[in-house]
């Protein structure tokens, strides 16, 4: 901890940041995202198993990105956010500082992006035993029963786009919800607007996400929504051998094809 | 009362299926008239939100067709295409969306014939499976059950 906040002191007056986005102690002693404006308040960051939130989301905030010189604490999550912005060339306009600490306590202050993806392809987080559970869950339901199970679990969704504010990967600056001439996803919770806005979202970020799972622990209405984009990564990875979040210089699976592409429906 | 028939959508690109269909009709070959056509430049065109629309305006059936693997007018549109397809039929069957209601097909200029066979064929398909409902028999009870405690706390 002493170390984290000794490195991000010296970061500051050194003059290499003028943001540090990172993690404190929040009053109910819960790790919450922070930005430490300058070298006085590097005190408050810590790094705990509880650091859980994907910073890397906070890259595409005008406010954030007007500080021009980024610190950035970096979870695992974040850094494979991160390999996967910039494969999709996000960072062009500012300049950023990646640190993390790794299973020995040590931090580590990456020099460029290629220090990332070497820590992220070393440390990859595959598919927790959770996921693989509930999806196993899933894949063994007929037809009928999975159809039940998520028009329930959509019928609960209020749209207030938390998932699409918590993901990093949701940078457009204008989304399809809020094209409205035509109005493509009705705005108001109901049936058919509710799976449209959860099958464009999983489609939008097939073979995009990262998997770090914001998007379900953020929905107030408890939808496991992660779960379809872990899904769609599951599914991209075994159809093409594409992974998210890999490598800096990946090519996103939809954008990118081979000729001999297999599948077993096309008549 | 009369016998159900299907609305079926079809979703084809301008080069070859447009064509396919034209030239089925040329030939005077007979198929069901259950199918609208839509034409679009190229498969790589045809957005996943727009079969989903198809559906909610009271598609029962749907067929997206276009150039055959490596004919495409564009090059590449269809292999695109292809890959988007493959993605979005396995997030639908995830879902457990009825995925036999999308037929996927290759429809060159030249197969007015295989054409005619694919609609006949896929509104058979549709008339054994009746009228498309599944979007309007969604149960709120979860909402009404979460919205029924938030007002009595």
């Not at chain 2, 396995?90 to 037929?103: E, K, M, N, Q, V």
């Amino acid at each position: 901890m002493k170390q984290l906040q000794n490195k991000v002191t010296e970061l500051f007056e050194n003059g290499t940041i003028n943001l540090m986005i990172g993690f404190k102690n929040a009053l109910n002693n819960q790790a919450v995202p922070c930005f430490i404006e300058n070298a006085s308040e590097a005190g408050q960051l810590i790094y705990t198993p509880d650091c859980k939130n994907n910073l890397s989301v906070y890259l595409h905030k005008a406010e954030v990105k007007q500080a021009k010189k980024i610190g950035i604490f970096g979870n695992i999550a974040t850094l494979r956010a991160l390999v996967q912005l910039t494969s999709e060339n996000q960072f062009w306009d500012i300049e950023k500082t990646v640190l993390t600490v790794n299973d020995k306590d040590e931090v580590i202050v990456f020099a460029n992006m290629e220090e990332v993806e070497a820590y992220v392809q070393a440390n990859f987080p595959e598919f927790t035993e959770e996921e693989k559970k509930l999806l196993e869950q899933l894949e063994a339901m007929t037809r009928e029963e999975r159809w039940k199970f998520w028009t329930d679990q959509f019928s609960a969704c209020i749209k207030c786009y938390a998932c699409r504010a918590v993901c990093p990967m949701c940078y457009c600056p204008q989304c399809t919800v809020e094209c409205n001439q035509p109005q493509w996803i009705k705005t108001s919770s109901e049936t058919t607007g509710n799976l449209e806005w959860h099958t464009m979202r999983a489609m939008h970020l097939a073979g995009r996400c990262i998997n770090c799972g914001e998007c379900g622990r953020v929905c107030p209405a408890g939808i496991p929504v992660h779960l379809l984009t872990v899904k769609m990564n599951q599914d991209l990875f075994k159809e093409f051998g594409t992974k998210s979040g890999f490598s800096t210089k990946g090519d996103y699976a939809l954008n990118t094809f081979k000729a001999e592409d297999k599948e077993g429906f096309i008549k | 009362m009369s016998e159900f028939e299907p609305k079926i959508v079809a979703f084809v690109c301008n080069w070859c299926t447009y064509a396919g269909a034209d030239l089925a009709g040329t030939s005077r070959t007979k198929y069901a008239s259950n199918v609208r056509i839509v034409r679009f430049p190229c498969t790589g065109r045809i957005d996943f939100m727009l079969l989903m629309k198809a559906f909610e305006n009271g598609a029962d059936g749907i067929i997206v067709s276009g150039c055959h693997p490596n004919d495409c007018h564009y090059t590449s549109g269809n292999f695109h295409a292809r890959r988007r397809w493959i993605t979005f039929r396995s997030l639908l069957d995830f879902i457990g969306f009825d995925t036999d209601r999308i037929t996927f097909s290759w429809v060159s200029a030249a197969e007015g014939k295989k054409w005619a066979e694919l609609v006949n064929e896929v509104t058979d398909k549709i008339k054994a499976k009746g009228p498309f409902t599944d979007l309007g028999n969604l149960d709120y009870s979860q909402l009404k059950q979460q919205y029924d405690e938030a007002i009595t706390k």
